[in-house]
């Protein structure tokens, strides 16, 4: 089974820069398309970006040129690195397989205007 540990989250003011972090366990890491999403309150998860196992990113609208996907395979690890936050971006962020269903606890992200 899938396990997936976020971290890095916190608050920070409009502007402001995060880094993401996210340990898989349970999956051929190297071969997984990975994804992070975003849950603001009183609204439906959505997707923020994803990344092939060969390195291809896509990125939704709004967080194009300020957020950036990567992965480190030998660490099963995928990031995200917000840059230019605003106060919009404030949602809980998960990480997961893309096509999993199985989600973990995510990471609390808060921008302050």
């Known amino acids: 089974q899938v396990q997936l540990v976020e971290s890095g989250g916190g608050l920070v003011q409009a502007g402001g820069s995060l880094r993401l972090s996210c340990v898989v366990s349970?999956?051929?890491?190297?071969?997984?398309?990975m994804g992070w999403y975003r849950q603001a309150p009183g609204k439906q998860r959505e997707l923020v970006a994803t990344i092939t196992s060969l390195g291809m990113t896509n990125y939704r609208d709004s967080v194009k040129g300020r957020f950036t996907i990567s992965r480190d395979n030998a660490k099963n690890t995928v990031y995200l690195q917000m840059n230019s936050l605003k106060p919009e971006d404030t949602a809980v962020y998960y990480c997961?397989?893309?096509?999993?269903?199985?989600w973990g606890r995510g990471t609390q992200v808060t921008v302050s205007s």
């Open positions: 349970g999956v051929i890491f190297s071969i997984d398309a």
């Open positions: 997961n397989v893309v096509g999993n269903n199985n």
